[in-house]
Structure formats: structure tokens, C-alpha cells
Nanobody, 124 residues
Framework: QVQLVESGGGSVQAGGSLTLSCAAS????????LGWFRQAPGKEREFVAA????????YYGSSAKGRFNISRDAAKATVFLQMNNLKPEDTATYYC?????????????????WGQGTQVTVSS
């Protein structure tokens, strides 16, 4: 089992920034991909960004490219999502997920473990 705990959500105005954190515990995550997804009411869970714990390769969804940055702190087993220039359409619950190493990192249904989510609200 991998336990994931997200934090850092909140309310900001458009153009602002937030940094989300996802602390992992339980099994060692060295063989895992850690990903961020978001889900707005009535919509499907959307891929935001992912990072391979081993090798540090990073991937971004179209909505995140150029504005968001995913990183990790290996010593703290924590993944961060730095979000800049936030827009009202970024409003959603953001979830951290973990899956074993795989070629695809953007498919939510293939993630094995999830955190409880953290709410991000961006006002215009």
C-alpha cells in the first residue's frame, strides 16, 4: 500500500499561484509514477502532470504546459505541483495518484493509489 496525502489547496484570484504537496508513505515509491489529476463537478478526472520517481522524467497535460511545474523531494517522499498564472478554469479538486512504472502516465483508471484530494478555487 501507498498512502498519499495532499495539501496546499485554497482560493486565489486569477493570475495567482499555488503550490500543492503530496506526501507519500508506506511502500517505497522508487518504482512508481506520481501523478496529479484534477476533477471539476460533472467532469471526468483530467491528467495534469506526472513524474517518474526514478529518473525524474516529467510529463504535463495540455492545460498545465507552460504554467505548472511538477517536482519531487526524494528525502521527504513528497511531490509538488507549482501552479502559476491560475485561471478560473483551473478550479477543481486536485488528486495525487501513484502507479507502478508504465509507459502511459495520463490514464487515471490505471493509477492504483489516490489521496483524498485538495480543493483549488480560482476566482476571476
Amino acid at each position: 500500500q501507498v498512502q498519499l496525502v495532499e495539501s496546499g489547496g485554497g482560493s486565489v484570484q486569477a493570475g495567482g499561484s499555488l503550490t500543492l504537496s503530496c506526501a507519500a508513505s508506506g511502500r517505497t515509491v522508487s518504482r512508481y509514477v506520481l501523478g496529479w489529476f484534477r476533477q471539476a463537478p460533472g467532469k471526468e478526472r483530467e491528467f495534469v502532470a506526472a513524474i517518474r520517481w526514478s529518473g525524474d522524467s516529467r510529463y504535463y497535460g495540455s492545460s498545465a504546459k507552460g504554467r505548472f511545474n511538477i517536482s519531487r523531494d526524494a528525502a521527504k517522499a513528497t511531490v509538488f505541483l507549482q501552479m502559476n498564472n491560475l485561471k478560473p478554469e483551473d478550479t477543481a479538486t486536485y488528486y495525487c495518484g501513484a502507479r507502478l512504472y508504465a509507459l502511459r502516465v495520463d490514464i487515471a483508471s490505471q493509477y492504483e493509489f489516490w489521496g483524498q484530494g485538495t480543493q483549488v478555487t480560482v476566482s476571476s
